[in-house]
């Protein structure tokens, strides 16, 4: 059986223009009766290859993961796959019809009301009148807007508004679903009911694009993954095993970062400087064994000081599951626990043998307690690993056993052994 779908050396080439491209075919002809050579000139503008040699193939019912920094080209390949833009060389072929939700408000108009919306998308998506007629209830039942189904949709949130165009595409009964990370702005409870429904997809035969920053979802949903960066495909296999190429391609870099002090995460109350992973002598440090201790470091400055704030550290494993968080618990007790104007190191250590081999990522956070508010929560900014490298006179809660060891994390725990009784 031939894949559903064939992509084939695909390549996309902007041009970096000169000016914004907001002008009239008017302009262009009196700019260039003014300037002659404006057409020769125009050979010296800079070109950028957002997509270059993309070759992969998908079969039916199969989910397909595609991850990569910002500005990778996963977002461009979506486009050409949803014919919005040609590729400028390779071919494709998609072999039944395809349903793609590539950014929020796709198909949204925000003076129409969310009945009509549901009705304008569908058709943007090729269902037919009929079609859209009979799924109506269940889709404005899926995207939990029923109370504001004839209100304009310019006074949804984001949030409502990414629901409704979902849950319309959701519905559609189409062979190819493309999914261009529009689950960043729906709430928990909505994103398990758009995987349970694209797994459900899945089972029925359709085949998925999905493209996500959330591991954990790539994790979960595809079984297969491809890791796009500046534009080429640096890998395609299973998803466990690409996920932990690009985690490990981001921790060279990772271990430490630094914000200028007006432009770091934020707002008036207090800002984030600098992010790092220290050994407990003070030296910055990416990979750790075993049994060394960890130093998570945040380097915060205040600008105000009648609040009291709470810095908190939220670490996650290499599939994006939380392993736990850590908050600075004395931050809120008392009127002199309030921070002077100025800048601040917070430190947590994290004890040796406590986690288990593994990529972790590191995400800082300061928030307020009472009344809440969050100040800044940066997930996933940094990352650090840790192997098992142990000399004989060393020992881990393994012991002598070679083979695999499961979990998250892996204690050194006491024991007791006491003799009850002879048989």
Not at 213 to 231: A, F, W
Not at 369 to 377: D, E, G, Q, T, Y
Not at 389 to 394: D, G, H, I, N, W
Request: hydrophobic letters at 35%; charged letters at 25%.
């Amino acid at each position: 059986m031939k894949p559903i779908i064939q992509v084939k050396s695909i390549s996309k080439r902007y041009r970096i223009r000169e000016r914004l491209p907001y002008y009239s075919l008017r302009d262009e002809i009196v700019n260039t009766l003014r300037n002659p050579l404006k057409l020769v000139k125009r050979n010296n503008r800079e070109f950028i290859w957002a997509l270059k040699n993309v070759s992969f193939n998908a079969r039916e019912g199969e989910v397909l993961g595609i991850i990569g920094p910002n500005g990778a080209g996963k977002s461009t390949l979506l486009k050409i796959l949803s014919r919005i833009t040609p590729p400028t060389k390779g071919e494709i072929r998609l072999r039944g019809r395809v349903a793609s939700l590539l950014e929020v408000g796709t198909g949204v108009h925000p003076e129409l009301t969310g009945r009509e919306n549901i009705y304008l998308s569908g058709a943007i998506l090729g269902m037919r009148r009929s079609e859209i007629k009979k799924k109506f209830d269940e889709i404005v039942d899926f995207s939990g807007v029923e109370k504001f189904i004839d209100t304009p949709v310019k006074h949804y949130s984001s949030g409502m508004q990414v629901r409704l165009g979902f849950s319309v595409a959701a519905h559609l009964e189409a062979d190819i679903l493309l999914v261009d990370e529009v689950l960043a702005v729906g709430d928990t409870e909505f994103q398990k009911k758009c995987l349970g429904k694209m797994d459900f997809a899945r089972r029925e035969g359709r085949t998925i694009l999905f493209v996500s920053h959330n591991l954990l979802s790539v994790e979960k949903l595809c079984k297969k993954t491809i890791l796009i960066d500046r534009g080429g495909i640096k890998a395609f296999s299973d998803t466990r095993e690409v996920l932990a190429k690009y985690l490990d391609s981001k921790s060279i870099v990772n271990s430490r970062i630094v914000f200028p002090p007006s432009k770091g995460p934020g707002n008036a109350v207090v800002r984030l400087l600098k992010c790092s992973t220290k050994s407990v002598s003070g030296n910055l440090k990416t990979e750790f064994n075993l049994n060394e201790k960890i130093v998570l470091e945040m380097e915060i400055l205040v600008f105000d000081s009648n609040v009291k704030i709470t810095p908190s550290f939220h670490i996650k494993n290499n599939a994006g599951e939380y392993i736990f968080v850590s908050t600075d618990l004395t931050s809120e007790k008392g009127e002199d626990k309030k921070h002077k104007k100025g800048v601040y190191k917070k430190r947590c250590t994290i004890p040796e043998n406590l986690l288990a081999p593994g990529t972790y990522l590191v995400g800082p956070s300061v928030t307020t307690i009472s009344p809440k508010k969050i100040h800044f929560f940066q997930p996933d900014l940094i990352l650090f690993k840790i192997t098992e490298r142990l000399t004989s006179e060393e020992q881990s809660s393994r012991g002598n056993y070679m083979g695999e060891f499961p979990g998250y994390i892996r204690p050194v725990l006491p024991w007791e052994s006491n003799f009850v009784k002879s048989k």
